[in-house]
């Protein structure tokens, strides 16, 4: 069983830039497609960017242009690189793991617990 453990999160202006990174344990973590979701305060949690075994990358529309989704499967380790941060970008983000190698927005069977970034004006 995979487990993941989020960091990365914190405080930035408008305009910043965060990593997360998402740490897996496991030795099959090079065979999982990985994704990034968020959650703001009041809302669904949704789909932010997502990468398969091969590297393959797709990302929501609200962030394409501005979030990177990459993997260093040496280090069993997701990053999400988030440039231009908006104040709508607030959020917990949660790294997640399916047990297939193909990418898609949905259909993730393991979470992280979570971490916080927040966006202020």
């Not at 789909?47 to 990302?59: H, L, Q, S």
């Not at 607030?90 to 927040?118: E, I, K, P, S």
């Amino acid at each position: 069983q995979v487990q993941l453990v989020e960091s990365g999160g914190g405080l930035v202006q408008a305009g910043g830039s965060l990593r997360l990174s998402c740490a897996a344990s496991g030795r099959t973590f090079s065979t999982l497609a990985m994704g990034w979701f968020r959650q703001a305060p009041g809302k669904e949690r949704n789909f932010v960017a997502g990468i398969g075994w091969t590297g393959e990358t797709i990302y929501a529309d609200s962030v394409k242009g501005r979030f990177t989704i990459s993997r260093d499967n040496a280090k069993n380790t997701v990053y999400l690189q988030m440039n231009s941060l908006k104040p709508e970008d607030t959020a917990v983000y949660y790294c997640a793991a399916r047990t297939f190698a193909v990418v898609t927005t949905t259909n993730y069977a393991v979470w992280g617990q979570g971490t916080l970034v927040t966006v202020s004006s």
